[in-house]
């Protein structure tokens, strides 16, 4: 027992001294080393911000289920810092809590510090009161600008050491990026950005983390940063150095939404395709933008324009659940890469050429071991090709990898997971929960005054530009004035109407004459500024003339980007007057209000005394605020609101802002189409849907944020909304599916050291309920033939087994999950020498 003893006392001290000194982090030209073994990592972002400390460990776990290694963050400056040496880490700001919560799920961490983040973040994650600070020059170099940056950095890394969360302390985080794609836009800023990106390498590096640093687009970074890149494609891309390690930054999962724009989505296959031949070409270090793209809470989001939802199309959703076939096809590739790991990090790839279009990627080590990547870049034609004396069939745009070198497990066109269709479920289609009938009633209102209604009001000569007015502390700036028409005016003794014609730097605009609003005008993304003509009707006596000016987030990215301006800059004229004549009214003197009286009354929390309810609510009107309690809705699914009826505007749910609304944005109605093909080259304008529609009509309501019973809802609706039609729905799914071919590799499981050379082995099609609770409680679907059509609108083909569904039946109902071989030993052969496959919809209760 004292042997026992003495060996239990070495292992304590052992792990104390290892949890002192922590991991050793380096690399070389073919990957990170972690203690000093090359490891190929796969990396998925998920800002904390974007969702709750509640959903961080289920987030977490799932990226870790999926196949991850590393999680991968910006850190945000503005949310930080919103005041200059006032800091913010509670809540959604825990950014240590984040970074404990990814070790305990045993994943590491690359902290990108920037502190510019880009990210359709609000002002590209700075505060806003730097723009302020004297003499200053964001992202250049320049002494103010530096000053603060090394500040910020120093406060993020000091925090992590005091926490010991660096990889050389024991912690999860193993890399570090100082600056964010600088070197899309350096050439503006001439020779002082060469001097600027020396600094901050420079500056990093001294701050002494013990883990490598990286700059991403950066092809400049100076030894020891290492450069890396980020794209739809990142297979071509080529260190610096020979010294440094092919690494991924952000492979776009989807892309961004605007107000006013369509939603696009990135096909699995496509994605599969890019990281693959990233691998194939000698990469060893790729990271998903996004892995969880969240929600831009509050008055986050950036653009501006962007959508208060940030889905981003990535493996796991807003609302946290599990977007299938992505996810789990990306699963099943990582596996993959997995298997191959043991050759990849051991040599360099040798290509052989297999025909036009066709690549071959081989790794093999002294010892043997041996695995290949075939690819097939052609947009068009299948191929067959010919490798170590064995036929392979690759589908268009495609890879296949061979563990061992000879057996394929994985094709990236080829998808083996299931499909799990999610859907919306409506309260109002819920008998048994009254929270929609809640909002039919019970609530109580607040007329926002239009114009000026706030004693902090102040007056000047001409139009001032907003975001140097505002500091951003409100999307709104009122500009305002008087002016005096006498009766018989010759001015207004024209045959038509006045014009009232607004120029404005952007975002969105609406004008009320005499109190009325007579005409709204909005940018849209990439083309913000607005020129609004409003008919206008004046009247002998005094006549108010007020303009409210709104940003929906600032500039996010581009050089000089602090620049870019914002709000009514003029001309302001009234055109149409008699004999042609037209008033510029652009140097006058306006009175200016920033903000709402609302906000100033701090209506938002619902406390306030100023809620009026004894009389008919007013609907449809603007500038109108509204609130109402209600009930959890029942059970425990992700909850969202949706705002049909509404106009523009935010909502806060217990004092928290849920974001802006704008479901009367409506996407055009071009540039959607029933399919979109994962074949060739793609782009953030390749795949769209919902034109037409609301760009967003669905809100996240997060869970953690709702009581029980007696929910707060705020909102302020700014154009005329009527709040009654709102109501909840819950994210449910609503049925499983699966198509795999005879032809489909099998499951990436089933490969083991015993098994991966067996012949007989056969693709399996797999299907799970999404719920710990359900069961498949029915088949809707089977056919094993020909059949066609995408998960709900299955049909049988020319040929369809009338074993199928009883085979299928059998072998999962009542199950949480099941597999069935795909095969016409198993299923029956409805058409022989034709290829066929098996296409399955399941209901899960």
Sequence with gaps: MKGVAHISIVLMVVEMIVCVIGMTVEYDHRAVLIDGKRRVLMS????????????????????KDGGLDVIETYVFWNSHEPVQNQFDFEGRNDLVKFVKTVAEAGLYVHLRIGPYVCAEWNYGGFPLWLHFIPGIQFRTDNEPFKREMQKFTAKIVSMMKEEKLFASQGGPIILSQIENEYGNIDRFYGSAAKSYINWAAGMAISLDTGVPWVMCQQVNAPDPIINTCNGFYCDQFTPNSGKKPKMWTENWTGWFQTFGGAVPYR???????????FVQRGGTFQNYYMYHGGTNFGRTSGGPFITTSYDYDAPI????????????????????????????????????????????????TEAGVCSAFLANIGTQSDATVNFNGNSYHLPAWSVSILPDCKNVIFNSAKINSQVVKQKFHRQTEDKIDNSAAEFQSGWSWFVEPVGISKSDAFSRNGLVEQINTTSDVSDYLWYSLSTEIKENEPLLQGDSQPILHVESLGHALNVFINGKLAGSGKGISGKVKISLEVPITLVPGKNSIDLMSATVGLQNYGAFYELTGAGITGPVTIKGLKNGASLDLSSTKWTYQIGLKGEELGLYDGSSSQWVSDSAMPRNQPLTWY????????????????FTG??????????????????????????????????????????????GKPSQQL?????????????????????????????????????????VSESHPPPVESWTSEAKTKANSRPVLQLECPSPNQVISSIKFASFGTPYGTCGTYGHGRCSSVKALTIVKEAC?????????VSSKNLGDPCKDVPKSLAVEAICA
Aim: glycine letters at 8%.
């Design 627 to 642: 609130k109402t309690s209600f009930d959890a809705p029942a059970g425990s699914d992700p909850i969202a609101l949706d």
């Design 317 to 364: 959703d807003e609302y946290g659940l599990i977007r299938q076939p992505k996810w789990g096809h990306l699963k099943d590739l990582h596996k993959a890469i997995k298997l191959c790991e043991p050759a990849v990090i051991a040599t360099d790839p040798k290509e052989i050429k297999l025909g036009d279009n066709l690549e071959g990627h081989v790794y093999k």
């Design 813 to 821: 109902v009542g199950l949480k999950s099941c597999q069935v071989e």
């Design 44 to 63: 998925g972002s998920i800002h904390y911000p974007r969702s709750t400390p509640e959903m961080w460990p289920d987030l977490i776990q799932k990226s």
């Design 646 to 691: 509404m106009g523009k505007g935010e909502a806060w749910l217990n004092g928290q802002s849920i974001g802006r609304f704008w479901p009367t944005n409506i996407a055009s109605q071009s540039g959607c189409s029933n399919y979109c093909s994962y074949k060739g080259t793609y782009s953030a304008t390749k795949c769209l849907k919902s034109c």
């Design 699 to 739: 809100y996240h309501v997060p869970r953690s944020w709702v009581k029980p019973s007696g929910n707060v809802l705020v909102l302020f609706e700014e154009l005329g909304g009527n709040p009654t039609q709102l109501s909840f729905a819950t994210r449910q799914a609503d049925s499983l599916c699966a198509h």
């Design 267 to 277: 096909p699995v296959e496509d994605i599969a395709f890019s990281v693959a031949r």
